[in-house]
C-alpha cells in the first residue's frame, strides 16, 4: 500500500497557475494508477485527473485544456499543473490512487481576486 501526502495549494488570483505536489511513500508507487481528486464546499469529491501506469491520462472536461497530470517514478512524485484557475476551480485537493484508499488530508487551492 502507498502513503500519499499533498502539498502546493494556496490562493491564487483568477487566471493564475499553481502546481500541486503529491509525495508516495513506499516502493509501490509506480505500480499504482493515480489521480488528482477535488471537494468543494457542499459538493461530493470529483475526479479531476487520472495518470496510468504506463502514463496514459485522462482529464476532466471542466479543466481539460488547463490542467496536466504528470507523475515521476524515480522521485515517487505525482504532480497537477493548474494553469488559467478559475474561481469555480476552487476545493480542497486530494491525490490518491484510483481505486481511491484511505483519504489524506488534500491541499487547498483558493482562487480569488
Known amino acids: 500500500q502507498v502513503q500519499l501526502v499533498e502539498s502546493g495549494g494556496g490562493l491564487v488570483q483568477p487566471g493564475g497557475s499553481l502546481r500541486l505536489s503529491c509525495a508516495a511513500s513506499?516502493?509501490?508507487?509506480?505500480?499504482?494508477?493515480v489521480g488528482w481528486y477535488r471537494q468543494a464546499p457542499g459538493q461530493q469529491r470529483e475526479l479531476v485527473a487520472l495518470?496510468?501506469?504506463?502514463?496514459?491520462?485522462n482529464i476532466a472536461d471542466s479543466v481539460k485544456g488547463r490542467f496536466t497530470i504528470s507523475r515521476d517514478n524515480a522521485k515517487n512524485t505525482l504532480y497537477l499543473q493548474m494553469n488559467s484557475l478559475k474561481p469555480e476551480d476552487t476545493a480542497v485537493y486530494y491525490c490518491?490512487?484510483?481505486?481511491?484508499?484511505?483519504w489524506g488530508q488534500g491541499t487547498q487551492v483558493t482562487v480569488s481576486s
Open positions: 490518491n490512487t484510483h481505486p481511491p484508499s484511505a
Open positions: 495518470i496510468s501506469r504506463a502514463d496514459s491520462t
Open positions: 513506499g516502493s509501490l508507487f509506480s505500480f499504482y494508477a
